[in-house]
């Protein structure tokens, strides 16, 4: 459905004002003092290019009830049609010569055609590289001549306050730039994405703007346009974007592997706050507090231990855990991180040599946020799911799941493998019920 807009009658408003002759007019001064007035025109000028809308086009399987199964004394049952769908975005040309452009990924998921469109008129097909939908980014590629790239920044030297443009295609409209100012960093816990670590600003960004550009003065890249936080998709001044740091080290990951192969520190904690800090007699009310380090782990290995305070990753401050864990979750397995720690009040540092996660952990976490922390395999059986390797304090432990649970059922619905379990899962909007055998014991859990 196309959104309705009002629009103000400008014939009306014309038609109040006193009209004078052409030469009463008088132009609108370029300088002011000998100065050239401030302008974004420049700036944007070079960048605008780099910046393109991007509609897609597929089908989604949507579920319908039946009528006639019921009316015919069947059971009211749920058919599974196809919908075509269509939609719109905006993305980022990183790499001129490779084609390549950053996009978020709910731009461009289920997507059967993707267009990228230039703000020279040109077209082109695009070809999806990969994506990473705990972040929500998406690698896309282009086979075009004269591209034009933005130049990217490094977001971990972001300050409050830093002037910010947005730039991108809000409700179909064509491009468009707004300006405002970095509200905030580190942003999480927003429960949009499953790693967060958003740049906050109050630069409009509408519906149509996801994938778009966030830029400094100099025109460089320093976020992608993300979300927002106001009614039915308008603009009130809260919006958030994925810093290009993190955006970096995500795609980099596709280029060379096809895939994100996202690091693991090994941890499970808390973030510092006034009653933990006075609890525990702690010298600081902000960062990661370590409440357990699995064994074997990256942190195990380099030194960590329960009770440390995560301040620093790579020397840029942490405030909480949850931004710790956007910052690891971004780096890529094998690769190195300094963390700085407060041990006894004490400020430590270490060189920690990031593991790589199970493909099981991966499956599980991408299948709902509440199972991460757990391992699921299809049971020798074949009679349900198989859970393992349950870590503690992980949102899996959090639910209730332990090692050796079987998930038998889905809101009442049985489930003889991680297939089945998986389909169940993406039909399910709200409150999940999982059919739990414990040994002899059957239960159900709740997740949210």
Do not use: C, W
Not at 256 to 263: I, K, N, S, T
Request: glycine residues 12%.
């Amino acid at each position: 459905m196309k959104k309705k807009f009002a629009l103000t009658p400008v014939a009306l408003l014309i038609g109040s004002l006193t009209l004078f002759p052409a030469s009463s007019y008088a132009a609108l001064p370029t300088q002011v003092d000998g100065q050239s007035l401030p302008s974004l025109a420049p700036m944007l000028e070079q960048t605008t290019p780099a910046v393109v809308s991007i509609s897609v086009e597929g089908t989604q399987e949507v579920q319908q009830s039946d009528p006639f199964r019921f009316f015919f004394g069947q059971r009211r049952g749920q058919e599974p049609q196809e919908r075509p769908f269509r939609g719109l975005g905006s993305g980022v040309i990183i790499d001129a010569d490779k084609g390549y452009i950053v996009t978020n990924n709910h731009v461009i998921d289920e997507a059967d055609t993707i267009l990228v469109n230039l703000t020279d008129g040109r077209q082109f097909k695009a070809k999806k590289i990969g994506t990473d939908a705990q972040s929500d980014i998406a690698l896309l590629q282009i086979d075009g001549e004269d591209l034009t790239e933005i130049k990217i920044a490094n977001s971990d030297d972001l300050r409050v306050g830093d002037f910010a443009v947005a730039i991108g295609s809000p409700f179909g409209l064509g491009q468009t730039v707004t300006s405002g100012i970095v509200s905030a960093l580190g942003r999480s816990g927003l429960n949009i994405e499953q790693l967060e670590d958003f740049i906050q600003t109050d630069a409009a960004i509408n519906s149509g703007n996801s994938g778009g550009a966030l830029v400094n003065l100099r025109g460089e890249l320093i976020g992608i346009n993300t979300a927002i936080l106001g009614p039915n998709g308008g603009n009130v001044g809260i919006g958030f974007a994925i810093p290009s740091t993190m955006m970096q080290n995500l795609v980099n990951q596709i280029i060379e592997y096809g895939e994100v192969r996202r690091g693991v520190l090994g941890v499970t904690g808390n973030s510092i706050n006034p009653e933990l800090a006075k609890a525990m007699d702690l010298e600081t009310n902000q960062g990661g507090f370590v409440s357990q380090v699995a064994p074997d782990s990256a942190a195990e290995q380099a030194g960590l231990k329960a009770g440390d305070i995560i301040i620093e990753v790579n020397g840029r401050k942490i405030r909480n855990f949850n931004e710790l864990r956007g910052k690891i979750g971004s780096i890529g397995a094998g690769n190195d991180v300094e963390l700085t720690i407060l041990r006894d009040g004490k400020r430590k540092t270490f060189d920690v040599t990031l593991k790589g996660t199970t493909e099981a952990n991966i499956a599980a976490a991408s299948m709902h946020p509440m199972l991460q922390g757990a391992q699921l395999s299809s049971s020798e059986d074949g009679e349900g799911v198989l859970v393992r390797n349950v870590i503690e304090n992980s949102p899996a432990a959090a639910v209730g799941l332990q090692d050796g649970d079987v998930i038998a059922g889905v809101n009442r619905k049985p489930v003889s493998n991680l297939a089945e379990f998986r389909d169940l899962l993406e039909e399910i909007e709200g409150v999940v019920a999982l059919n739990i055998v414990r040994g002899n014991t059957k239960l159900y859990l709740m997740m949210r």
